[in-house]
């Protein structure tokens, strides 16, 4: 598993790539919190399998396909998340 992290304005996107158990490749995830000050954390949207579990071949493709993601939810979505 390797996971990061990234500030898009008023929320952070924490991507993740998970090994497939038994299979071969890297399952993209995402979760994107809404960040008010240091005290008030919520969490807007959550997908643990992106793309419908598409195995990614390497880590790295897995993780910038969830930053994406996450980023569109931001971009895209942020009046249904407020």
């Given at each position: 598993?390797?996971?990061?992290?990234?500030?898009a304005?008023?929320?952070?996107?924490?991507?993740?790539?998970?090994?497939?158990?038994?299979?071969?490749?890297?399952?993209?995830?995402?979760?994107?919190?809404?960040?008010?000050?240091?005290?008030?954390?919520?969490?807007?949207?959550?997908?643990?399998?992106?793309?419908?579990?598409?195995?990614?071949?390497?880590?790295?493709?897995?993780l910038?396909?969830?930053?994406?993601?996450?980023?569109?939810?931001?971009?895209?979505?942020?009046?249904?998340?407020?």
């Amino acid at each position: 598993m390797q996971f990061d992290e990234v500030d898009a304005g008023d929320f952070r996107i924490y991507a993740g790539a998970l090994d497939r158990p038994n299979r071969y490749g890297y399952v993209a995830a995402v979760v994107v919190m809404r960040v008010r000050g240091d005290a008030q954390r919520q969490e807007a949207f959550r997908d643990e399998n992106l793309a419908g579990g598409f195995a990614w071949a390497t880590a790295a493709e897995a993780l910038r396909f969830a930053i994406n993601a996450g980023r569109e939810v931001v971009m895209c979505r942020v009046g249904a998340l407020a």
